[in-house]
């Protein structure tokens, strides 16, 4: 017998029938069979719940054997315990060199399952149509592919360490690239909060420059209309005396106190004109209230039946006089006005419209509120519900508030830029020719959703163009 039918027939010796592998804690039954002391438990535990599986109180069938042992006879077997630890320990009987199904050398390798195979296995109808050669064979040849895969692999890894070296490097560059223009930002923000703290202290000198000379010109006109009042008074006074005289006492010096009144001559002070001259104009302000543009078009479901709307993108009326068909609610009845289609209960809008207007132009135009009336005629104020602007007969812009200086104008403006930030409570107009700003509503909040308001005061008035759409109120 040579050694490896030696080591074979060791490691049966050590192989426990039922988990098939080496010994653990081996006892002997009464019958002289050996197994692992667990798997016997569990064996016969597995029988006892069996009906007829115990054919004697306390005995149990042997499972090779089948013969009756007493389950408390079972003696502990020391010397294959050395037995089953020499096995395991064996260099010929290593787990990964025999066939787990039939315990024989694993010697062929099957290249259909790429796995290895025993003698036993290699007859068998699993493996008998495959291609099977020696391990050596096999060995030698998937030698030489793994080398090649490795060198493959080398290659690919190197590729990978560059392209990580490089990564790592882009990485780097573009963080100092970012850093640079996150300073670059920095920068240029600074040097225009720079500029428009220049041009604000310009402004605010230009105001207080105005300022200071009007005010000048009111003292000097006060301090003059003040000496005349004096002067009057002491005219006043002599004439005043005489009524209390005698006639004969008042009668004296009579043509000389006449006289002072003839030979007095009253010139007033003109009237100083108080209209600002100093714009409010912040530099790149219109640019930045572009970004949140939008693109506002009137609803001619609510426009005043004689107000025309026409859409040049798509080259038709979008409204027609209505004459005796219903009006519906959402109907200006009042006024030749219109809404956008948009309404706004949260954050900041801002659109522009275009105006040709004519010399006695009316229109207003802002926001207002979705349920303001539209059936009567009320003032389009605040407390009612319109945050608007207008300009009647082309000369006076006018807030609708009861401010007592509204804002006149040298011109009426041809574009006006009108933003919205619903959250801070502000509908804010600029004139779009100079960038300008016009006048500012602010109130604490919104008490419900706004929607954009425009109005044509009567026929003839001229144009108004919003996005691509034009109003005019037919005459």
Same mark, same amino acid.
């Given at each position: 017998?040579?050694?490896?039918?030696?080591?074979? %027939?060791?490691?049966?010796?050590?192989?426990?029938?039922?988990? #098939?592998?080496? /010994?653990?804690?081996?006892?002997?039954?009464?019958?002289?069979?050996?197994?692992?002391?667990?798997?016997?438990?569990?064996?016969?535990? %597995?029988?006892?719940?069996?009906?007829?599986?115990?054919? +004697?109180?306390?005995?149990?069938?042997?499972?090779?054997?089948?013969?009756?042992?007493?389950?408390?006879?079972?003696?502990?077997?020391?010397?294959?315990?050395?037995?089953?630890?020499?096995?395991?320990?064996?260099?010929?009987?290593?787990?990964?060199?025999?066939?787990?199904?039939? $315990?024989?050398?694993?010697?062929?390798?099957?290249?259909?399952? $790429?796995?290895?195979?025993?003698?036993?296995?290699?007859?068998?109808?699993?493996? +008998?149509?495959?291609?099977?050669?020696?391990?050596?064979?096999?060995?030698?040849?998937? =030698?030489?592919?793994?080398?090649?895969?490795?060198?493959?692999?080398?290659?690919?890894?190197?590729?990978? @360490?560059?392209?990580?070296?490089?990564?790592?490097?882009?990485?780097?560059?573009? $963080?100092?690239?970012?850093?640079?223009? =996150?300073?670059?930002?920095?920068?240029? /923000?600074?040097?225009? @909060?720079?500029?428009?703290?220049?041009?604000?202290?310009?402004?605010?000198?230009?105001?207080?420059?105005?300022?200071?000379?009007?005010?000048?010109?009111?003292?000097?006109?006060?301090?003059?209309?003040?000496?005349?009042?004096?002067?009057?008074?002491?005219?006043?006074?002599? #004439?005043?005396?005489?009524?209390?005289?005698?006639?004969?006492?008042?009668?004296?010096?009579?043509?000389?106190?006449?006289? +002072?009144?003839?030979?007095?001559?009253?010139?007033?002070?003109?009237?100083?004109?108080?209209?600002?001259?100093?714009?409010?104009?912040?530099?790149?302000?219109?640019?930045?209230?572009?970004?949140?543009?939008?693109?506002?078009?009137?609803?001619?479901?609510?426009?005043?039946?004689?107000?025309?709307?026409?859409?040049?993108?798509?080259?038709?009326?979008?409204?027609?006089?209505?004459?005796?068909?219903?009006?519906? &609610?959402?109907?200006?009845?009042?006024?030749?006005?219109?809404?956008?289609?948009?309404? /706004?209960?949260?954050? +900041?809008?801002?659109?522009?419209?275009?105006?040709?207007?004519?010399?006695?132009?009316? *229109?207003?135009?802002?926001?207002?509120?979705?349920?303001?009336?539209?059936?009567?005629?009320?003032? &389009?104020?605040?407390?009612?519900?319109? *945050?608007?602007?207008?300009?009647?007969?082309?000369?006076?812009?006018?807030?609708?508030?009861?401010?007592?200086?509204?804002?006149?104008?040298?011109?009426?403006?041809?574009?006006? @830029?009108?933003?919205?930030?619903?959250?801070?409570?502000?509908?804010?107009?600029?004139?779009?020719?100079?960038?300008?700003?016009?006048?500012?509503?602010?109130?604490?909040?919104?008490?419900?959703?706004?929607?954009? /308001?425009?109005?044509?005061?009567?026929?003839?008035?001229?144009?108004?163009?919003?996005?691509?759409?034009?109003? *005019?109120?037919? @005459?």
């Amino acid at each position: 017998m040579d050694a490896l039918e030696l080591a074979r %027939k060791l490691q049966e010796e050590a192989t426990c029938s039922i988990c #098939l592998d080496y /010994f653990t804690d081996p006892v002997m039954t009464a019958c002289g069979h050996n197994f692992c002391r667990e798997c016997i438990r569990l064996t016969w535990e %597995k029988a006892k719940g069996r009906k007829g599986g115990r054919k +004697r109180r306390g005995s149990f069938p042997c499972p090779e054997c089948r013969e009756l042992s007493p389950q408390r006879n079972l003696r502990p077997n020391r010397l294959l315990t050395k037995v089953a630890e020499m096995a395991r320990r064996h260099p010929a009987l290593q787990s990964r060199d025999l066939c787990r199904v039939h $315990q024989e050398l694993l010697k062929l390798f099957c290249e259909d399952d $790429q796995s290895p195979i025993c003698v036993v296995c290699r007859e068998s109808r699993e493996h +008998r149509p495959h291609r099977v050669v020696p391990i050596e064979e096999a060995v030698q040849e998937y =030698k030489l592919k793994l080398e090649a895969d490795m060198g493959y692999l080398r290659e690919e890894m190197m590729k990978t @360490g560059k392209l990580q070296a490089r990564e790592k490097q882009t990485v780097a560059e573009w $963080q100092v690239k970012v850093n640079e223009h =996150k300073q670059r930002i920095l920068l240029e /923000f600074e040097k225009m @909060g720079l500029l428009l703290l220049e041009k604000e202290q310009c402004l605010l000198q230009a105001l207080k420059q105005e300022e200071d000379e009007v005010v000048a010109r009111l003292r000097e006109s006060t301090a003059t209309l003040e000496r005349r009042s004096h002067a009057l008074e002491r005219l006043l006074l002599p #004439l005043e005396d005489r009524d209390e005289h005698t006639p004969l006492q008042m009668l004296q010096d009579m043509k000389e106190l006449l006289s +002072r009144k003839n030979s007095l001559s009253i010139q007033y002070p003109e009237a100083t004109p108080t209209v600002l001259r100093t714009v409010c104009r912040v530099p790149g302000q219109i640019e930045v209230l572009k970004s949140f543009q939008e693109d506002v078009v009137p609803d001619p479901t609510t426009a005043y039946p004689y107000l025309l709307l026409y859409e040049s993108r798509l080259r038709r009326y979008l409204t027609a006089p209505l004459e005796g068909v219903p009006h519906s &609610k959402d109907r200006f009845l009042a006024y030749p006005c219109a809404v956008g289609r948009e309404t /706004f209960s949260a954050g +900041r809008h801002y659109w522009e419209v275009g105006m040709n207007l004519t010399g006695d132009a009316l *229109w207003a135009l802002g926001v207002c509120r979705d349920n303001v009336n539209r059936r009567d005629r009320v003032p &389009k104020s605040p407390e009612n519900g319109f *945050w608007v602007v207008q300009l009647c007969k082309g000369k006076k812009y006018l807030p609708v508030t009861s401010a007592p200086a509204p804002v006149t104008l040298a011109e009426p403006p041809s574009h006006v @830029g009108v933003f919205l930030d619903f959250e801070a409570g502000d509908v804010s107009f600029y004139n779009l020719k100079d960038g300008s700003h016009l006048h500012t509503y602010t109130q604490p909040e919104f008490s419900g959703p706004l929607q954009p /308001f425009f109005c044509l005061g009567a026929p003839k008035s001229g144009q108004m163009v919003v996005s691509t759409v034009t109003l *005019w109120v037919k @005459g």
